[in-house]
């Protein structure tokens, strides 16, 4: 089993829309969860980190339960920018080595 | 330099041959990663340093390998490349494991 799993999409939705993404990880232990967001041909860069309460930034609100070992992101409003696929990230401890564990992404398209 | 750096941009490279891949920040960070992204296999952990002078092997260490004899660089080789190493390479690094990674533009590496 991966240590993080994501739903791969594709999302298209129309500009205004919100869209909601889940990501589910494995280990319990996990300390620290994030999303980065990745354009074409182009490298990974943070969009936020994700906090037990949760946390927005702006249009961006993450969320984190630990019990189930799910992470989502949920965009309202959606721009034609906000298209790229987004990458949940767990740092985690399965063996006793500290990683960045990525999801495979989940490709988001904003239509005109 | 800026950030993290990765050369060369891109490369195509004869099966057999041997290949480092060249990764310097200059962030001080004590972590850095080496990941290979594939279509459909989203960022997969080849090797990881949590500091200078240590190695740790990720999730597809074999065929390459990592040194770490200062804080700033973390080549990864290929001792003999062949043609399923064809990937876009991304190098990484972060202050501490749970903390924000920053990525290098990446090596698009082909094999033939």
């Known amino acids: 089993r991966k240590e993080v799993e994501q739903d791969p999409g594709p999302f298209n939705v129309p500009e205004g829309a919100t869209v909601a993404f889940n990501c589910t990880y494995s280990n319990s232990a996990s300390q620290s969860f994030f999303w980065y967001r990745q354009d074409c041909r182009k490298e990974p860069k943070l969009l936020m980190s994700v906090y037990s309460s949760g946390n927005e930034d702006g249009r961006f609100t993450a969320q984190l339960n630990r019990a189930s070992q799910y992470i989502s992101l949920l965009i309202r409003d959606s721009k034609l920018s906000d298209s790229a696929t987004y990458l949940c990230?767990?740092?985690?401890?399965?063996?006793?080595?500290?990683?960045?564990?990525f999801g495979t992404g989940t490709r988001l398209t904003v239509i005109p | 330099i800026a950030g993290i750096t990765q050369a060369p941009t891109s490369q195509i490279l004869a099966a057999g041959r041997r290949m480092t891949l060249r990764c310097t920040q200059d962030m001080r960070h004590n972590a850095m990663y080496w990941y290979r992204q594939d279509l459909g296999l989203g960022l997969r952990l080849i090797h990881y340093?949590?500091?200078?002078?240590?190695?740790g092997k990720g999730e597809v260490p074999d065929g390459y390998s990592v040194s770490r004899a200062n804080t700033d660089d973390f080549p990864l080789t290929l001792a003999s490349a062949v043609p399923s190493q064809t990937s876009v390479y991304f190098c990484?690094?972060?202050?501490?494991?749970?903390?924000?990674?920053?990525f290098g533009q990446g090596t698009r590496l082909t094999v033939v």
């Open positions: 990484a690094s972060s202050d501490t494991g749970n903390t924000e990674a920053f």
């Open positions: 990230v767990v740092f985690g401890a399965p063996t006793g080595a500290n990683n960045l564990f």
């Open positions: 340093s949590n500091t200078a002078g240590t190695t």
